[in-house]
């Protein structure tokens, strides 16, 4: 029996003023007939943004609140509530924080949708192959799950999308301890899976309008892409946007761990792009993650090679504000605080990153080894 195909629905938009945006959404939205076909006004609709750090939105870390604001409006003129959440990575600050620093406190005030704090909202338990996940509730409850993602490289999973975005209904730090009990790339992708299964959003929007490159998620550099996609298959669209950044097909092990599941498509033989042609799309010059050489290696190459082949985090002395935040959410507990200035032990560092991705001041370097560089 042929796998049905998915669609993804692509459509420029040039920058982030509200009246582009709309035309945008408007335009993904018509591939499947309306808006309509996805929200009736008696629904609970939960937004679920990349809200990843306290950066403004010309970072490139976060989803840029004018995605949020214009389809939070679209879904209130039809009559629909609207809840915004998420819950960052090692959080460390109060969440209004959050929402202020990435323009979504000003979304909520113009658009009277409702910002959800996960962390004292309550959780339901979802069990998914085995291994029990606690989603925030305000999530698990909704009619429609809509995730709003954001187009960027990644340390660890070299590119976080539709389904990593997804890890964020897990409220608070219960996240790092994911990443200590599956250190490796393959089984922390697998919890990711696992997540966004259990999550079930029914819509998957991404902002490729400006994305990020090389070491990201949060210190990685913006990168001008100039479109938003659209698919009710957040793996199908991981594939496709994550082809359009350069990676090969089965790179993203979150993307191939998810077909094999059944969960969504990954092959582009089973995807059907509408709006613009891939070839159009190409980013020839994205740059993406050092880590990425080491992933193509096999395993007894990288033992053997070991000493010469790694990327790692290493502090920058001169950024470093002493926060200790890095030290607090390491979920190994490898770094330790030596004058106020964080130390890696690099025997114990499962290289998940974390420290990189909660630093607010990218204090926090990928550096690569003098062969990973040349190889890059």
């Given amino acids: 029996m042929p796998t049905e195909k998915s669609i993804v629905a692509i459509a420029e938009c040039a920058d982030y003023r509200d009246e582009d945006v709309l035309k945008a959404l408007k335009k993904n939205f018509s591939v499947a007939g309306s808006i309509e076909r996805f929200i009736r006004p008696s629904d609970k609709v939960f937004l679920k943004p990349n809200l990843l750090t306290t950066k403004g939105p010309d970072s490139a870390a976060t989803t840029h609140p004018s995605i949020v604001r214009v389809l939070a409006s679209m879904i209130r003129d039809i009559g629909a509530r609207v809840f915004i959440g998420d819950s960052p990575a090692g959080i460390s600050k109060p969440i209004q924080q959050y929402w202020k620093a990435t323009g979504m406190a000003e979304v909520a005030e113009q658009t009277g949708a409702r910002l959800v704090p996960f962390e004292n909202k309550g959780v339901i338990e979802r069990v998914v192959q085995g291994r029990k996940y606690y989603i925030a509730k305000a999530v698990a409850e909704a009619d429609i799950v809509i995730n709003l993602c954001k187009m960027k490289t990644h340390g660890l999973t070299l590119f976080t999308g539709a389904v990593k975005n997804m890890f964020g209904v897990i409220p608070g730090f219960k996240k790092g301890e994911y990443h200590m009990i599956a250190p490796g790339v393959e089984d922390f992708s697998e919890i990711l899976v696992d997540v966004f299964q259990a999550s079930q959003p029914g819509l998957n929007i991404m902002d490729a309008v400006t994305a990020m490159e090389g070491n990201g998620p949060s210190s990685g550099m913006p990168k001008h892409v100039g479109y938003i996609a659209m698919s009710t298959d957040g793996v199908a669209l991981d594939s496709v946007m994550s082809s359009i950044a350069g990676f090969q097909n089965g790179e993203i092990h979150t993307t191939r761990i998810a077909s094999e599941r059944g969960i969504g498509v990954s092959s582009m033989d089973n995807i059907i792009v ?6 159009e799309m190409k980013q020839n010059s994205f740059h993406l993650p050092s880590v990425r050489i080491q992933q193509f290696l096999p395993d007894f190459l990288t033992k053997l090679l070991g000493h010469f082949i790694w990327v790692r985090p290493y502090p920058d002395g001169e950024r470093c504000q002493k926060c200790g ?13 030596v004058d106020g200035f964080p130390e ?4 114990r560092c499962i290289k998940c990153f974390c420290c990189d991705e909660i630093c607010p001041h990218d204090a926090i370097e990928q ?10």
């Fill in 274 to 279: 509408s709006g613009v042609s891939l070839e």
């Fill in 344 to 347: 890696i032990d690099y025997s």
């Fill in 367 to 376: 550096r690569a080894s003098w062969l990973v560089e040349k190889f890059m």
């Fill in 325 to 337: 935040l890095c030290i607090k959410n390491c979920p190994v507990k490898a770094m330790k605080s």
